[in-house]
């Protein structure tokens, strides 16, 4: 079953700038997630992938469309947090559910995760969310990054970054 979101927030102004309202993003990612869940109450099998905007997507598309060839009984959630990606892809064929990510905070990581309950994560590049991170780990949830670079000066070598 492929499900498709075809949510399309309301548009707010914001010093003359049109956004979408990072609270609307999360209260109905979390309504799609739990409709979809309702759905598919029977899928265990779950892959969870997060792309920060659209070029995050593009540099991760030949990992999805493996996971969507290669592991046919799991499925697909696809997370972005930009617009760009969400706006463009929100109807990719190669997901079974595509929805905005929550604001990283320590509430919405432990439901986001509790509704999702991913058998396996996948970041692309440098949308790193600390919270999710710490979530994951705590409940011994398989994650990896891919296509990231990094340099010993990074935040993520930092004294605070080692909580990740």
């Known amino acids: 079953m492929v499900t498709r979101t075809g949510f399309e927030p309301v548009n707010a102004c914001v010093k003359g700038m049109w956004v979408k309202p990072l609270l609307q993003r999360a209260i109905y990612c979390f309504l799609i997630i739990t409709s979809f869940e309702f759905k598919c109450q029977q899928i265990k099998n779950r892959i969870w992938i997060h792309c920060a905007?659209?070029?995050?997507?593009?540099?991760?598309?030949?990992?999805?469309?493996?996971?969507?060839k290669n592991i046919p009984d799991h499925k697909i959630l696809l997370t972005f947090f930009s617009p760009s990606g969400y706006e463009i892809r929100k109807r990719t064929e190669i997901a079974d559910l595509v929805v905005y990510l929550p604001l990283d905070t320590k509430k919405n990581a432990k439901r986001f995760l509790d509704l999702v309950n991913p058998e396996f994560t996948v970041f692309i590049k440098y949308d790193i969310w600390p919270n999710l991170l710490i979530e994951l780990k705590k409940r011994k949830l398989r994650a990896i990054l891919i296509s990231a670079l990094f340099r010993k000066n990074q935040s993520y070598f930092k004294t605070y970054g080692s909580r990740m």
Do not use: D, M, N, T
């Open 53 to 68: 905007s659209l070029g995050e997507f593009e540099q991760g598309r030949p990992v999805i469309e493996y996971f969507k």
